[in-house]
């Protein structure tokens, strides 16, 4: 992994980055706004965003990255997630950045590590390039990791109504997924927290909060 696995952000000329990820139902959207909460509390401007999408160009392209009927090749996706990606960071998250706000994302480049690398196979080598030319230095500064057994968050996922491409394909598909977002917190320890996500939310978000300030020393 090309990664330098140091934080680099807050206070040193930009505002703090952080990316929750995790496999389906795993309750990233629910942790972040209660977060965003907590952080807005704090005094500081939160921007909230979300991958794919986030800008308009990008939110754009999420439409066709969703779409259950697209059938693209795990090349393309990673592509169309990379370049949904670089327009996303240009337009939203580094002029954000750049006037010291605190920037929250739902999914960021290490959602493209686990489905199209680990859960569909693309070669490290391909995401690690992808990952160079448009993330470069903009790598968030923590990230969540919501870990949840598979059959929990596909359960959730499907009370809820949501039908993306991924959620209809095999256990084994989410399992490699799940795997695969445990090795890139081995990778990246000092920017990845892998959070059990199969509490109460109340729970989960305790914990959140006594990373963001121990990692960061934002006092929450
Ligand atoms: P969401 O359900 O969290 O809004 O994300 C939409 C879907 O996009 C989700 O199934 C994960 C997938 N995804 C990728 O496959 N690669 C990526 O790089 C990103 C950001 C999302």
């Given at each position: ?77 990673a592509m169309l997630h990379a370049g949904a990606r670089h327009d996303h960071l240009t337009n939203t998250i580094r002029p954000a950045l750049a ?63 949501i039908h993306d491409r991924y959620e209809a394909m095999a256990f084994a598909f989410h399992e490699h997924l799940r795997a695969g977002y445990r ?38």
């Amino acid at each position: 992994m090309a990664e330098a696995d140091v934080p680099t952000g807050g206070g040193a000329g930009r505002g703090w980055f952080i990316t929750l990820e995790g496999g389906e139902g795993a309750g990233k959207t629910t942790q972040l706004c209660s977060l965003a909460n907590a952080l807005g509390e704090t005094g500081c401007e939160v921007v909230t965003t979300r991958e794919p999408g986030g800008s308009p160009g990008a939110e754009r392209v999420r439409s066709v990255l969703i779409d259950p009927e697209a059938a693209l090749t795990p090349l393309c996706e990673a592509m169309l997630h990379a370049g949904a990606r670089h327009d996303h960071l240009t337009n939203t998250i580094r002029p954000a950045l750049a006037r010291g706000a605190c920037v929250l994302c739902d999914r960021f480049t290490d959602s493209t590590r686990a489905y199209q690398g680990f859960g569909l196979g693309l070669a490290e080598s391909t995401v690690d390039t992808l990952e160079e030319l448009v993330v470069a230095e903009t790598m968030p500064d923590l990230t969540l990791i919501l870990d949840v057994p598979v059959d929990v968050g596909l359960e959730r996922a499907r009370g809820r109504g949501i039908h993306d491409r991924y959620e209809a394909m095999a256990f084994a598909f989410h399992e490699h997924l799940r795997a695969g977002y445990r090795a890139i917190a081995a990778r990246a320890p000092a920017r990845c927290a892998v959070v059990d996500a199969n509490r109460p939310a109340e729970v989960v978000q305790t914990d959140v909060r006594r990373i963001v300030r121990e990692r960061l020393g934002i006092a929450l």
